[in-house]
């Protein structure tokens, strides 16, 4: 069964250190994507990285890193140098490529310290 | 750029009235997806459309249906509105291919009384 899992409800982080937000998946299929998106206070989803199932290298996106261990099942997001404003809530979710169907984790808050 | 647009943006119910909520996308994407967000919940998937003409259920479909209307249309119907039902809404379309994200909706924030 296709399923998602975040382990972290919440995190505190300093400003300027670097944070990692666990999530582990699972699937039958063998061509999948992963994906992690920001959601902030104001409620909007937004896109921050996409790593495919077969995909050789870790997905980066400026600050913003994919720590894909297929073997293990995990793909934790890396942002290094975490800003004021990466405080927020942050889904991983994965996409089956053989019917299309997305899903999403239970989130993790993030809360950046000054 | 409209993107993916949701109506209303909010909605008061009584318990047992229906309602539809619309969903519609300018971006000729084939998949649609339906999600509720609840708190400590994340976003659960209540139905999708890989594509025209075609829908499937979620991990939550009970007490919803849905119709894809067309390409650009995916609406969800609430037959008869529970307090359980209390939640906001997102609705989400992607493209084909395997490296595409979901492009997200605002949302529709739905209080049943």
């Known amino acids: 069964a296709q399923k998602i899992t975040q382990t972290q409800p919440g995190m505190f982080v300093q400003e300027k250190e670097a944070v990692t937000l666990d999530c582990t998946y699972d699937t039958s299929d063998p061509s999948y994507g992963l994906f992690w998106y920001k959601q902030p206070s104001s409620g909007e989803m937004i896109f921050l990285i996409y790593?495919?199932?077969?995909?050789?290298q870790n997905a980066t996106e400026g600050r913003y890193s994919l720590n894909f261990q297929k073997a293990r099942k995990s793909a934790n997001l890396v942002i290094s140098a975490s800003q004021l404003g990466d405080s927020a809530m942050y889904f991983c979710a994965m996409r089956q490529n053989r019917d299309d169907k997305i899903i999403f984790g239970k989130g993790t808050r993030l809360h950046i310290l000054p | 750029n409209a993107g993916v647009t949701q109506t209303p943006k909010f909605q008061v119910l009584k318990t047992g009235q229906s309602m539809t909520l619309q969903c519609a996308q300018d971006m000729n994407h084939n998949s649609m997806y339906w999600y509720r967000q609840d708190p400590g919940m994340g976003l659960r998937l209540i139905y999708y459309s890989a594509s025209e003409g075609t829908t499937d259920k979620g991990e939550v479909p009970n007490g919803y249906n849905v119709s894809r209307l067309n390409k650009r249309e995916f609406s969800l119907r609430l037959e008869s509105a529970a307090p359980s039902q209390t939640s906001v809404y997102f609705c989400?379309?992607?493209?084909?291919?395997?490296?595409?994200?979901?492009?997200f909706g605002q949302g529709t924030r739905l209080t049943v009384v």
């Open positions: 790593q495919g199932s077969y995909d050789q």
């Open positions: 989400a379309s992607s493209a084909p291919g395997k490296n595409t994200e979901a492009f």
